[in-house]
């Protein structure tokens, strides 16, 4: 940890947000949500529903509301509680794109130029993509910095974007002469679950854009589709093995070995020690009735949630202005320390 970060004496927030685009799959939770669930308890959270990161590609109008709040009922359903973490859509706390316009006249053109996740989407269409989506990470910037939040749950593939957010916080307290305004947010990657791959490639991780559903399991997913995708899900002809080391070069068994320790607890090693020798024809029935203990619950709470908008736009409307609250007297700093005119 910076030196800078050590100094600074504000609350310790964290700041973690998901796209209303598509279906949330086992990734999202055992990879955020069930993170989500764990860190309210310890921390002070701010949970978003970054909405307007998802028009920076097309959007339906007509469904994106109801996207938002598909997401925010997988998060109460999960087991987030708004009387602990905030639940607000992006779009509702306008801070958002203030300090994004702030923080594009602070950060660099050859700093975004380095971001990889544009190139990868863009692919040789770049220019034909929306400046939303090459500046994406400087909105993402002002997402997390809007709270000051000091710790952010990414994955390893957002690792450079938070990397910037520092970068930017730092040329921020340097160019106004503001020492430890900003924090210089920390990654909370460490855990179960980090990364969950498609149950068709375990090389690949698990996506809502891969064509094929039998690579994930939704969380919308019937006991009987969850049991019969993980019966489906690739595997060599090999039994489960005794130690990590032989994990490696066995993508698929190594990925169902950490979906089972994710939900169980037990570390990797701790999986292969209760299943050593096994055949899948043991294990895939086990994990699969795991899953299904485990993600029924979650499915049928978000579904009573889905099937009552009224009391989820509550809590949503109630997050917006908790949210707001935390980032009005910020942005208000920020407008003064930049020199605005103000009555």
């Not at 989506?133 to 997390?144: R, T």
Request: net charge neutral; aromatic share 8%.
């Amino acid at each position: 940890m910076s030196n800078q970060q050590k100094q600074y004496s504000g609350p310790d927030r964290v700041f973690s947000g998901m796209q209303p685009t598509g279906d949330l799959h086992l990734g999202n939770y055992l990879g955020a949500l069930k993170k989500f669930v764990d860190l309210q308890h310890h921390h002070e959270c701010v949970f978003c529903i970054v909405d307007l990161h998802a028009v920076t590609v097309w959007q339906d109008p007509k469904i994106l509301a109801s996207q938002t709040r598909n997401i925010a009922a997988a998060y109460l359903a999960a087991g987030v509680d708004p009387a602990k973490a905030i639940i607000y859509p992006q779009s509702a706390v306008r801070g958002h794109t203030e300090l994004a316009w702030y923080f594009n006249c602070v950060a660099r053109i050859g700093w975004l130029s380095r971001m990889t996740q544009f190139k990868e989407k863009s692919g040789k269409n770049s220019e034909k993509m929306s400046v939303g989506l090459y500046d994406y990470p400087v909105l993402q910037a002002a997402d997390i910095l809007l709270f000051k939040a000091t710790h952010v749950p990414v994955g390893e593939d957002q690792k450079q974007h938070l990397e910037l957010s520092r970068d930017i916080a730092q040329k921020f307290n340097n160019d106004f002469k503001a020492p430890n305004f900003f924090p210089l947010p920390e990654p909370l990657i460490k855990g179960p679950g980090a990364r969950i791959m498609s149950l068709r490639d375990g090389t690949k991780k698990m996506s809502k854009s891969e064509p094929s559903d039998n690579s994930r399991i939704n969380l919308t997913d019937t006991a009987d589709m969850i049991a019969k995708k993980i019966r489906k899900a690739k595997t060599d002809a090999g039994a489960i093995p005794d130690s990590l080391e032989e994990l490696e070069g066995r993508p698929e068994v190594a990925n169902l070995v950490s979906i089972y320790g994710a939900f169980s607890g037990l570390s990797d090693q701790g999986v292969l020690d209760k299943y050593a020798g096994q055949g899948f024809g043991v294990f895939k029935p086990a994990l699969a009735d795991l899953a299904v203990e485990i993600l029924q619950p979650i499915t049928e709470r978000m579904n009573d949630y889905l099937a009552n908008p009224d009391e989820t736009d509550k809590i949503l409307a109630n997050g917006a202005d908790a949210a707001n609250q935390i980032a009005e007297p910020i942005l208000a700093e920020v407008r003064e320390i930049m020199g605005f005119w103000r009555k």
